[in-house]
């Protein structure tokens, strides 16, 4: 079969077998033999794969531990040679496999990008063009000299994701190497691959049902070396999903009645008091939504922060709603003012801002804008501001609950209407949350509730 060179990545009945040796008697006498005779048992890591990817398109791989994705990828790549079958990637391919490939760890890391990036086809004057650039997206400091030996696995991520950001590639795989780096870090490589994806061929695999979701047009399912289904990142899920067992949190029902009825207590006529009424439940066991939350301080910032200049971000913080006191922790399901204090430089005539809340894999949880919430709530325009005033916008919401991991808040000042703005400073990462517990909540993030029932109906009528 001719393989069509108009798609990036074609693969056609691919199959891979290792031998297995159970000693090394059994490896000599193979050899010896020349095949004469078998001493090995065959594993098959992969049997009959077919997909074809489109440039432009993405696809992630999901599947069990064991179940063939990252021999898959190492034979796109070429790192593999298929027992059966066919394969073929059109394009530069730039992978970020398991941690350290295509690194020696006795150079240096100035070396070792030298050395990647040559492997990754780009000539010595070529990368001598763009080691400011790779070395800045990086940001590993001094230690760009040392000894890759001495790098923490963060610091080998950064570096061989700085490489591959930089080589023009036509194919990007990427093997879940990225749980490894910071949060300010992992924003930025996200933040790389929606980028990548608008013009080049992305190959993603993760356990992470929201990254596959939010990143790929399609996905695929592997178990045991075989292909289960190819379909929309949902059907693949959903079908994953259910080869999986999740156990249940089961809850001490004293415990239960005993948050009722202090949430009942605690309610007010004045309905914009309400609280969630897991919150003395949730918040006083093991189970508390606890977030640690990063100040804003410049060196912690990321280098992607743009904008015409107009104004900017001086400074922001999550304040407690009552006592407008600045938060260092919160509990999800607490309620919480997003205040951001601005400056103009020039003369804004109709002023916006608004605030995105992230997860570590760049998927948007919320986020609101004065241009919507203004208006609609108030019937009225925001004022303009004068060049060298100060302004500050205020966010009041209940933070959701969310599971353990790291959120960043990204904050914008524009200037225009819905249609038609321009941006005055976009900051990425202005602020860092950290979930240190699980939420009892299912999803990404649980929204907090006004009431739940649970009732039995029988014949004689409604049983509480």
Known sequence: ?????????????????????????????QALWRGRRQYYREFWALQDINFDLRKGESLGVV????????????LI?????????????????????????GFNPEFTGRENVFLNASMLGLSEETIDARLDDILAFAD?????????????????????FAVIAHVNADILIVDEALSVGDVFFNQKCMRFINRFREDGTLLFVSHDASAVTSLCDRALLLDRGKQISLGTPKQILNEYTRQLYTSNQFIDNSDLNQANAETKNEKENDESTWIDYRSA???????ANLLNITQFKEELLTRESFGNGKAMIIDAKLVEAYAKQPLICAYGGERV????????????????????????????LLGDNTLNSYQSLLGEKLPCVDANDNYRIEFE???????????????????????????????NDALILESLNNSISAGLAGVPM???????????????
């Open 1 to 29: 079969m001719i393989l069509s060179l108009t798609n990036s990545i074609n693969v056609h009945n691919l199959g891979k077998c290792f031998k297995i040796y159970d000693n090394p008697k059994a490896r000599l006498s």
């Open 63 to 74: 599947g069990r531990n064991g179940s063939g994705k990252s021999t898959l990828l190492q």
């Open 77 to 101: 790549c070429g790192t593999l040679t298929p027992t059966i079958g066919q394969v073929k990637a059109n394009g530069r391919v730039a992978a970020l496999l398991e941690l350290g490939s």
């Open 140 to 160: 590993i400091g001094d230690f760009i000299d040392q000894p890759l030996k001495a790098y923490s696995s963060g610091m080998s991520v950064r570096l061989a």
């Open 281 to 287: 439940l949730i918040n006083s066991s093991k189970q």
């Open 337 to 364: 003012i997003l205040q951001i204090d601005a400056k103009a430089n020039q003369h804004i005539e109709k002023p916006i801002a608004g605030f995105l809340l992230k997860n570590a894999k760049g998927m948007t």
């Open 397 to 427: 919401f209940t933070l959701p609950m969310l599971q353990k991991g790291c959120y960043s808040l990204t904050i914008c000042l524009a200037e225009g209407n819905q249609e038609d703005h321009d941006i005055l400073q976009w900051m």
């Open 450 to 464: 006004h009431r739940i029932d649970f009732s039995v109906l029988k014949d004689s009528g409604l049983v509480k």
